[in-house]
């Protein structure tokens, strides 16, 4: 019990020296993101929201580890071990027997591992960055600071009423919100980009 | 002047002494009359951090019994409540006074509407204690059957301080009472403290036998005389021949930030103190904890994760409901903020590998995805947020998610059998002898990429029967049945706060014999509409997660994650599954209440 109290006062130490850094970021991102927090609630969050997931994406692009790699080439290799397990035979049961003794003993393990992997990864760079955003951005803009900045106590008004928090969605709300917007804008930006927007088309149908 | 005159003297001088003293200052005069009466009390801070001990000592009428209210200023109403099911709750379903034997309502004869227990605006202060050296006036000690979930209740036996009721209560002791004044406010009081339900909804103060809340302390008396586990932290000493006393009271160790209390000796308010913060208060995990810890709880969990590759999800609910222990914010009950605050673990797990996977491998079956979705969809939206808000309390849900962890334990000790371990293995041998040809394929540079899915029978038809190759294999599946099997894996997703691949993933390998690695993406597909749609579906209730304990969730369990993946290798399988394999089991025992020392 002693050792846990003075594990514990020294956690609180560190916490303590962590969490003067914190307002100091807070108050560089609200110089950062001024030009838009002027533009009004909603726009500033949808702009932030926008600038997170583009550096996210560069971050997890950039930062992707060697074993990730490793994996996704082992991966291949067994992929291509059960297709010449495939053609091994004419006959379609055994075809299929071959293919499933290939998934159960190699394939379907790496395939775990590399999915853990790039899970984690992916989480790490993308999601902890946006929840950390999603906290900044639900005190930046909560309700006092709201109406002290722009005189109302909400950052979008909708036409119909939604929920228990009536016709009106704080930041929170509007910050997942534009979390799924964003993320389906830049998903359809890159599907015609690309050449044609009949690629969605085929992809669902 | 004879004797007789001189007493008559002196008693008209007496009287018109007092009376000019009456005249002159009615109130001091007053004060010094009821001086004798009143307690002189003192309180040993004005200023006090949660969990410290509060000392008020004075002096009460010699012979009366001590009584002090301790009553934060913060209040409750079920009215008010958060949370619109805690609040249809108490102020619609557990207010209603039932009569004990039959069960039934009862009806108010002289409305004709039901009798109520307490009304929607009944008042009562979100944190009430009583230190007495006489707590039998209150209420008595008597059994209680704890542990054991709904199918083995009340598997030990201990002892609780029951209040006892309104019309028991003297009219001495009525008055005694602070800032409770009616037997509506007695009502609601016994509730918040006596049930599980009022007490992970409003004061989130549990009294603890082994790791089971028993219930909420309300009356307590000294530790040394009744050494009643609930009295632990409480000294009362009084001399009753002279009326001194000095009563010694543990605060609560997890009392919101800055929560103001009056203090009332014998009725009479003896003054205020305020109890400040110790550590980070987490505002809606309503706990003062250290990030740290939770984000080195999740850090071990992502390690645990990362080995086995399952029940992540699972696990973090888990680790919030024994080692975070969060509440929720007052009104509204723990679970409502605990499933949300998981929410973004699972959402973030799929979101990069989704987009990978499903838009840049092109491994996904869209048809049997998007049929999963729209059944998790109508689950994990409109069902789930609001069957899991209602039906599915702090208590129950540990129930029903020790039967989760009991069914993941059973199935990892099915593959443990010989016969599951010896098929495996026969299928490794197999592969042996195609090696070679792969090495040769290779060689020849036939290594080509990886598989896509090429759809034979699609179309909206594709919906009933659909039908693709991969890698020159035919599948045929009904996506309208992964549909309809998709509401169910909503519904348990967003009840529990997990992203239901446990259940996305055997149900495809199993029911339309996947390959794993095409079962993951569609699972992701699963996983991402559960978090989103139950996320939005608590949202729009009006239950919040905790952002810190969510990001420390994510962050911890992601890198732990990367840490487990690279040292899995240190380990067998069947050494993993066997360690998962008890832990599961552990959290079966726990969550039923089974096991509730460790």
Same mark, same amino acid.
Request: charge should be positive; aromatic fraction near 14%.
């Given at each position: 019990?002693?050792?846990?109290?003075a594990?514990?006062?020294?956690?609180?130490?560190?916490?303590?020296?962590?969490s003067?850094?914190?307002?100091?970021?807070?108050?560089?991102?609200?110089?950062?993101?001024?030009p838009l927090?002027?533009?009004g609630p909603?726009?500033a969050?949808?702009?932030?929201?926008?600038?997170?997931?583009?550096?996210t994406r560069?971050?997890?692009v950039r930062?992707?580890?060697?074993?990730?790699?490793?994996?996704r080439?082992?991966? *291949?290799?067994?992929?291509?071990?059960?297709?010449a397990?495939?053609?091994?035979?004419?006959?379609?049961?055994?075809k299929?027997?071959?293919?499933k003794?290939?998934?159960?003993?190699?394939?379907?393990?790496?395939?775990?591992?590399?999915?853990i992997?790039s899970?984690?990864?992916?989480g790490?760079?993308?999601?902890?960055?946006?929840l950390?955003?999603?906290?900044?951005?639900?005190? *930046?803009?909560?309700?006092?600071?709201?109406?002290?900045q722009?005189g109302?106590?909400?950052?979008?008004?909708?036409?119909?009423?939604?929920?228990?928090s009536?016709?009106?969605?704080?930041?929170?709300?509007?910050?997942?919100t534009?979390l799924?917007?964003?993320y389906?804008?830049l998903?359809?930006f890159?599907?015609?980009?690309?050449?044609?927007?009949?690629?969605?088309?085929?992809i669902?149908? | 002047?004879?004797?007789?005159?001189?007493?008559?003297?002196?008693?008209?001088?007496?009287f018109?002494?007092?009376?000019?003293?009456i005249q002159?200052?009615?109130?001091a005069?007053?004060?010094?009359?009821l001086?004798?009466t009143k307690?002189?009390?003192?309180?040993?801070?004005?200023?006090?951090?949660?969990g410290?001990?509060?000392?008020?000592?004075?002096q009460?009428?010699?012979?009366?019994?001590?009584?002090?209210?301790?009553?934060?200023?913060?209040?409750?109403?079920?009215?008010d409540a958060?949370g619109?099911k805690?609040?249809? =709750?108490?102020?619609?379903?557990?207010?209603i006074?039932?009569?004990?034997?039959?069960?039934?309502t009862?009806?108010?004869?002289?409305?004709g509407?039901?009798?109520?227990?307490?009304?929607?605006?009944?008042?009562?202060?979100?944190?009430?204690y009583?230190?007495?050296?006489?707590?039998?006036v209150?209420?008595?000690?008597?059994?209680?059957?704890?542990g054991g979930?709904?199918?083995?209740?009340?598997?030990?036996?201990t002892?609780?301080? @029951?209040?006892?009721?309104?019309?028991?209560?003297?009219? %001495?002791v009525?008055?005694y009472?602070?800032?409770?004044?009616?037997?509506?406010?007695?009502?609601?009081?016994?509730?918040?403290?006596?049930?599980?339900f009022?007490?992970?909804?409003?004061?989130?103060?549990?009294?603890?036998?082994?790791?089971v809340?028993?219930f909420?302390r309300?009356?307590?008396?000294?530790?040394n005389?009744?050494?009643? @586990?609930w009295?632990?932290?409480?000294?009362?000493w009084?001399?009753?021949?002279t009326?001194?006393f000095?009563?010694s009271?543990?605060t609560? =160790?997890?009392?919101?930030?800055?929560?103001?209390?009056?203090?009332?000796?014998?009725s009479?308010?003896?003054?205020?103190?305020?109890l400040?913060?110790?550590?980070?208060? %987490?505002?809606r995990?309503w706990?003062?904890?250290?990030?740290?810890?939770?984000?080195?709880?999740a850090?071990?969990?992502?390690?645990?994760? #990362?080995m086995?590759?399952?029940?992540?999800?699972?696990m973090?609910?888990?680790?919030?409901?024994?080692?975070?222990?969060?509440s929720?914010?007052?009104?509204?009950?723990?679970?409502?903020?605990?499933?949300?605050s998981?929410?973004?673990?699972t959402?973030?797990?799929?979101?990069?590998?989704?987009?990978?996977?499903?838009?840049?491998?092109?491994?996904?079956?869209?048809?049997? #995805?998007?049929c999963f979705?729209?059944g998790?969809?109508?689950?994990?939206f409109?069902?789930?947020p609001?069957?899991?808000a209602?039906?599915?309390?702090m208590?129950?849900?540990?129930?029903?998610?020790?039967?989760?962890?009991l069914?993941?334990?059973?199935?990892?000790? @099915?593959?443990?059998t010989?016969?599951?371990?010896e098929?495996?293995k026969?299928?490794k041998?197999?592969?042996a002898?195609?090696?070679?040809?792969?090495?040769k394929?290779?060689?020849?540079?036939?290594a080509a990429r990886?598989?896509?899915?090429?759809?034979?029978k699609g179309?909206?038809?594709?919906?009933?029967?659909y039908?693709?190759k991969?890698?020159?294999?035919?599948f045929?599946?009904?996506?309208?049945?992964?549909?309809?099997? #998709?509401?169910?894996?909503?519904?348990?997703?967003?009840?529990?706060g997990?992203?239901?691949?446990? %259940?996305l993933?055997?149900?495809?390998t199993?029911?339309?014999?996947l390959?794993?690695?095409?079962?993951v993406?569609?699972?992701?597909i699963?996983?991402?509409?559960?978090?989103v749609?139950?996320?939005?579906?608590?949202?729009?209730?009006?239950?919040?997660?905790?952002?810190v304990i969510a990001?420390?969730?994510?962050?911890?369990?992601?890198?732990?994650?990367?840490?487990?993946?690279?040292?899995?290798?240190?380990?067998?399988?069947?050494?993993?599954?066997?360690?998962?394999a008890?832990?599961?089991?552990?959290l079966?025992?726990r969550?039923?209440g089974?096991?509730?020392?460790?």
């Open positions: 019990m002693i050792y846990f109290n594990i514990s006062d020294f956690m609180d130490l560190i916490w303590e020296e962590i003067v850094v914190f307002p100091a970021i807070g108050g560089l991102l609200a110089i950062l993101f001024y927090i002027l533009m909603a726009v969050i949808i702009g932030i929201v926008l600038s997170t997931i583009l550096i560069w971050l997890s930062t992707e580890p060697e074993r990730l790699k490793k994996l080439s082992d991966f *291949q290799h067994w992929m291509s071990v059960r297709k397990a495939m053609q091994a035979s004419d006959n379609e049961n055994q299929k027997i071959n293919a003794a290939v998934d159960q003993s190699y394939l379907d393990e790496i395939y775990v591992k590399m999915y992997e899970t984690c990864w992916n790490l760079t993308k999601g902890v960055p946006i950390l955003m999603l906290h900044w951005v639900t005190c *930046q803009f909560n309700t006092e600071n709201l109406i002290a722009y109302k106590g909400y950052v979008v008004k909708l036409p119909f009423a939604l929920g228990v009536g016709d009106t969605l704080g930041a929170f709300g509007w910050f997942l534009s799924v917007l964003c389906l804008g998903w359809m890159k599907m015609v980009k690309r050449g044609s927007i009949r690629k969605i088309f085929n669902c149908i | 002047m004879s004797k007789k005159q001189t007493y008559v003297i002196i008693f008209i001088s007496a018109l002494l007092s009376f000019g003293m002159s200052s009615p109130t005069a007053i004060e010094s009359a001086a004798a307690p002189h009390t003192n309180i040993s801070s004005a200023e006090l951090k949660v410290d001990t509060v000392t008020v000592e004075g009460i009428p010699a012979g009366e019994d001590l009584f002090i209210v301790i009553a934060a200023q913060t209040t409750f109403a079920p009215k958060l619109v805690e609040r249809k =709750r108490l102020t619609n379903k557990d207010n006074a039932k009569d004990k034997k039959t069960k039934k009862i009806i108010d004869p002289a409305t509407k039901k009798k109520l227990k307490w009304k929607p605006g009944t008042t009562i202060p979100y944190l009430y009583i230190v007495t050296n006489n707590p039998e209150f209420g008595k000690v008597g059994d209680k059957r704890y979930a709904f199918f083995w209740k009340g598997l030990y036996k002892n609780m301080f @029951y209040l006892t009721k309104w019309n028991k209560l003297s009219d %001495l009525k008055e009472l602070g800032p409770i004044k009616t037997k509506e406010q007695w009502n609601f009081l016994t509730y918040a403290h006596e049930k599980k009022g007490i992970n909804t409003i004061g989130k103060e549990g009294t603890l036998k082994g790791k809340v028993i909420s309300t009356v307590v008396t000294d530790y005389k009744e050494p009643y @586990y009295n632990k932290g409480t000294s009362v009084l001399d009753k021949a009326g001194k000095k009563a009271f543990k609560f =160790r997890h009392t919101a930030p800055n929560t103001k209390f009056d203090v009332f000796v014998n009479q308010k003896a003054g205020t103190y305020n400040a913060a110790k550590g980070y208060w %987490l505002s995990g706990r003062y904890m250290n990030p740290l810890w939770i984000l080195l709880g850090v071990v969990i992502g390690i645990w994760f #990362g086995m590759g399952a029940g992540g999800g699972m973090m609910s888990a680790y919030q409901v024994m080692v975070v222990h969060t929720g914010p007052m009104g509204i009950n723990a679970a409502n903020t605990l499933k949300p998981n929410a973004p673990l959402f973030f797990s799929s979101l990069g590998a989704m987009y990978r996977y499903a838009i840049k491998d092109r491994r996904v079956a869209w048809p049997l #995805g998007m979705g729209a998790i969809f109508i689950g994990a409109w069902i789930g609001n069957f899991s209602k039906y599915l309390p208590m129950v849900y540990k129930h029903w998610l020790g039967i989760l962890t069914s993941m334990g059973m199935r990892l000790v @099915y593959e443990l010989p016969r599951v371990m098929k495996r026969a299928i041998s197999i592969i002898k195609f090696n070679e040809e792969v090495k394929a290779r060689e020849e540079g036939r990886m598989g896509k899915i090429e759809t034979i179309g909206f038809g594709a919906i009933w029967d039908r693709f991969f890698w020159g294999e035919e045929a599946i009904k996506p309208w049945i992964f549909g309809l099997t #998709g509401i169910f894996v909503g519904v348990v997703a967003a009840s529990f997990i992203g239901g691949g446990f %259940l993933v055997p149900i495809m199993t029911l339309a014999a390959p794993m690695y095409m079962a993406p569609v699972s992701m699963g996983t991402m509409f559960s978090s749609c139950a996320l939005a579906g608590y949202f729009l209730l009006g239950y919040y997660p905790d952002l990001t420390c969730i994510v962050l911890g369990s992601f890198a732990g994650g990367v840490i487990g993946s690279r040292i899995q290798g240190y380990f067998t399988e069947k050494q993993l599954k066997w360690a998962l008890i832990l599961m089991f552990f079966f025992f969550f039923t089974t096991e509730i020392w460790i």
